[in-house]
């Protein structure tokens, strides 16, 4: 018998901005967090491979996910839908007035490197606005490491994002801005 762990292969990692709401059901919650400002509401949730960012400016929803390419996803108003590798930026002007900086980044570490940062990364869990800590493949080996730190203002949202893949050695980090055209 198969035995699944939580995080799945890093390979398979893909980074997806919706133009919609994206169903919760689609994307299980380890932890989540909100953010509300009279010129927005977000929500925050730490999934299986990564994160899911919802913003919603008046009647309109701009939805980051950080997921599985295994994951059966909506293509309704998929704006963005590629793999996770070295570093990417994105910029979208959204028609409800949002735009939307994205930056994602994928670190391979040697086998030390990668035992340092995670050490340190279990102690920035305690202090992220967001984080959740996968059990190991292994009683030897570190589980995967989720978290998140967010700093909103009135016209806009910054979310760091971390995601160890102990497997492999690698983090992918993400940095999103969210911001209003008129803020």
């Known amino acids: 018998?198969?035995?699944?762990?939580?995080?799945?292969?890093?390979?398979?990692?893909?980074?997806?901005?919706?133009?919609?709401?994206?169903?919760?059901?689609?994307?299980p919650a380890f932890g989540k967090n909100s953010v509300i400002r009279d010129s927005y509401q977000a929500e925050i949730r730490l999934c299986?491979?990564?994160?899911?960012?919802?913003?919603?400016v008046g009647n309109r929803t701009v939805t980051?996910?950080?997921?599985?390419?295994?994951?059966?996803?909506p293509q309704k108003q998929r704006l963005i839908d590629r793999p996770v590798s070295q570093s990417r930026e994105e910029t979208l002007q959204l028609?409800?007035?949002?735009?939307?900086?994205?930056h994602t980044q994928?670190?391979?570490?040697?086998?030390?490197?990668?035992?340092?940062?995670?050490e340190e990364m279990l102690l920035d869990c305690q202090r992220a606005?967001?984080?959740?800590?996968?059990?190991?493949?292994?009683?030897?080996?570190?589980?995967?490491i989720s978290l998140i730190r967010l700093d909103p203002t009135r016209d806009?949202?910054?979310?760091h994002s971390?995601?160890?893949?102990?497997?492999?050695?690698a983090i992918v980090k993400t940095q999103s801005l969210f911001e209003l055209a008129d803020g």
């Not at 299986?48 to 919603?56: K, L, N, P, Q, Y």
């Not at 086998?111 to 995670?118: I, S």
């Not at 606005?129 to 995967?144: E, I, Q, W």
């Open 64 to 73: 980051e996910v950080l997921t599985s390419n295994e994951q059966r996803m």
């Open 156 to 159: 806009g949202l910054l979310v």
């Open 1 to 27: 018998m198969a035995v699944r762990f939580a995080r799945p292969d890093l390979s398979t990692l893909v980074f997806q901005i919706y133009s919609r709401s994206v169903h919760p059901e689609l994307l």
């Open 129 to 144: 606005d967001l984080s959740h800590c996968f059990p190991g493949n292994s009683r030897l080996a570190p589980g995967p």
């Open 106 to 118: 994928l670190e391979k570490l040697d086998t030390d490197l990668f035992l340092n940062v995670h």
């Open 162 to 169: 971390y995601h160890t893949f102990p497997e492999s050695s």
């Open 48 to 56: 299986e491979a990564g994160h899911a960012v919802s913003i919603r």
């Open 95 to 102: 028609e409800s007035g949002l735009i939307v900086h994205a």
